[in-house]
């Protein structure tokens, strides 16, 4: 009898851990006191982890190695951490309690250093604290788009072409969105090291978030245009665009595309001409895509505070920067200093650092721009680069040295135009008189335009040149289309759980079926 049942108790154990090996562990991580979300958690199981969302979310994959003893950690600074074995976390939301703090003897008496101090032990020890060899990283990116046109004003003053009037343009501005949102996920390894020169990417799958009825929309326009075009204008004629003082030329036969025929079907050597020219640019998107998507992470990571020619240059060009010691935290067990930057001259940012008060490495930076990035304002156009913050945070590694575990860049931008502008068509050829038609407006326009980038390295392995060498791009993944976010498109996969906003996301298209 008692053999029955341990057989009967092990069959269970088996159920119980094949399940726990094929799912995935979701769940949202509150403060304990205010129930509120905490964002940018460190998640981790077998030294791989993941970050929460802004919303607390996280999933993690449960590969077939792991068994329902394995433990996951959960950290965050500021916080006591929670390791415990899988098998108890049976609830969708875990709570971390705030951390009391109790300073360390260490930091009170022996080490009392000055925020200055400190600064320079960080510097002294960057090679010693951070992983900077070949690698071999899996990631995950998420690249977030928003525009909105806050104006979108003009006058019209003149057209010589019938079909071109007001209503036609106000028609343009009204297939205009006055909001649009593009998402682009993917998930990928990079082998290389810092050089930016000597990266390699391979894409394993990538999506795209965004509303396509709106190219519909713009291609019937497109159409209408083309005929309007072709039905006024003469091919061997030329056009001078002005705008205010400034003026350019176009001549007549960069239109010649529209003015082409449709394909014969019945013209074997037509059509096998368009299919190669249809499969050449095919594959020049998936080149472009892929060298798009590698220069965006590749720019995010040699923006790392340690690199050399960082924009965030906090560390090796301190003198840029004032520094306090704004408090004192802890990251697990560990003590943490809490330093706040501002500029002292003409330096762009001001944020915070968090740096062990052990080895002086920078577990996480927070940073935000005190002025202007960019700007410009000159005869009518102007543009103005209003925002740029993000975060970096890092962990250590099972060299006792640190990895870069999450990166997030957000940028916006204003963008206004208000000048006139005039279309000409001139020509030649035609007796009598040299110009033909004229379009001529007055523009008042703007929009804010902003990016949200967020890279997160769930696993990353040391690898030696022969191997970095022998790997080569393919470059074969185009991003799958999605009208409305597909929860099961990257279900087998850890990934930065999407917020709110993604997981609603609905384009026109879906709405209308």
Partial sequence: MDKVILWLFAA??????????????????????????LPYVTVQLNNKGVITNEEGRFSFLLNENVVETDSLFISCIGYASIGRPLNEFTENIIYLSPKAIELNPVIVTNKNYSADE????????LDNNYNQELSKKRMFFRDSYFQEFNKTDYTFLKSTIEELNKKFLDSVLDILPKKSSYYTEILCDLYGGHNKDTQKIDILKASELYDKSKELDYENLEEKFNEIIKSNIRRDSYFKIKSGLFGTKIKGEDFDEMFESEVDSTDALALQKELEEKKKREEERKANFAKYRKKSIVGMMQDLFYMEDSRLDIINKSRKYDFTIKDFTYMGED???????????RANYKGNLYIDSDDFAVLRLDYENVKSLKKFNLLGISMNQFQGKGKMIFSKAANNKYDMRYLEQVEATKVGIRRPLKIIEKNRNVKGRNKQNELSVKLDMGTVGTNKRELIV??????????????IENNSILPTYMANYDPEFWKGQ??????????????DEMIAK
């Fill in 12 to 37: 269970l154990l088996s159920v119980v851990c094949n399940t726990v090996q094929s799912q995935t562990l979701t769940s949202r991580v509150l403060d304990s006191v205010t129930k509120e979300p």
């Fill in 494 to 507: 850890t990934i930065i759980e999407p917020n709110q906003a993604i997981r609603e996301f609905t384009s």
């Fill in 458 to 471: 769930f696993d990353s392995e040391d690898i030696p040149m022969t191997t970095f060498e022998a790997f």
């Fill in 118 to 125: 400190i600064i320079a032990l960080v510097k002294n020890n």
């Fill in 335 to 345: 003590a943490v200093y809490i330093l706040e930057f501002v500029p002292n001259g």
